[in-house]
T-cell receptor, first 115, second 109 residues
Framework: IAGITQAPTSQILAAGRRMTLRCTQD?????MYWYRQDLGLGLRLIHY???????GKGEVPDGYSVSRANTDDFPLTLASAVPSQTSVYFCASSDASGSGTGELFFGEGSRLTVL | GQNIDQPTEMTATEGAIVQINCTYQTSGFNGLFWYQQHAGEAPTFLSYNVLDGLEEKGRFSSFLSRSKGYSYLLLKELQMKDSASYLC??????????WGAGTKLIIKP
């Protein structure tokens, strides 16, 4: 089934540990995004990539890093997890890179708990 | 600052009509999206408005007034499966998406 795959779907992590959330899409979309979603708040952009080889910072990038070695994969890394990074993380893609006006396709989310 | 306002929660009856409002104050405007998100699931696209007026898509319609910084999502013939959160998002002058916190819609039989 075409779309976006995220892994893991759920993870409990000790504070200070390193964690990588994986995201793969098979729609050949140029643009990819990482959001976090917290109760009572709108989706907040962490990092984005308009095309393979480029990345940019979103609204809440601190404590996170990304890479975009190819079109399909966009992993998100927490170098040293802290409890405030407990959240649901969504990866998304769009075929309207740079314009911000394309429909976003979301993965199923990764629920991360940092203790 | 940039701001998107939506009601936190609304309740409606199966078979009825409900209107979910969204007001925005952003640096520029390049379109407005509505997404639906069922509990524990990913958001899915519902509609996109960039010009004033009403866009109808089956039971769902979305309206935009750029001069008033206002949009609404209209859901007709409500079904139990419409119980979900509805997210409003605006594309600002830098073509960045600004998201509202979402409106949780509860449908009662």
């Amino acid at each position: 089934i075409a779309g976006i795959t995220q892994a893991p779907t759920s993870q409990i992590l000790a504070a200070g540990r390193r964690m990588t959330l994986r995201c793969t899409q098979d729609m050949r979309h140029n643009a990819m995004y990482w959001y976090r979603q917290d109760l009572g708040l709108g989706l907040r952009l962490i990092h984005y990539s308009n095309t393979a080889g480029t990345t940019g910072k979103g609204e809440v990038p601190d404590g996170y890093s990304v890479s975009r070695a190819n079109t399909d994969d966009f992993p998100l890394t927490l170098a040293s997890a802290v409890p405030s990074q407990t959240s649901v993380y969504f990866c998304a893609s769009s075929d309207a890179s740079g314009s911000g006006t394309g429909e976003l396709f979301f993965g199923e989310g990764s629920r991360l708990t940092v203790l | 600052g940039q701001n998107i306002d939506q009601p936190t929660e609304m309740t409606a009856t199966e078979g009825a009509i409900v209107q979910i409002n969204c007001t925005y104050q952003t640096s520029g405007f390049n379109g407005l999206f509505w997404y639906q998100q069922h509990a524990g699931e990913a958001p899915t696209f519902l509609s996109y408005n960039v010009l004033d007026g009403l866009e109808e898509k089956g039971r769902f319609s979305s309206f935009l007034s750029r001069s008033k910084g206002y949009s609404y999502l209209l859901l007709k013939e409500l079904q139990m499966k419409d119980s979900a959160s509805y997210l409003c998002a605006v594309v600002d002058s830098n073509y960045q998406l600004i998201w509202g916190a979402g409106t949780k819609l509860i449908i009662k039989p």
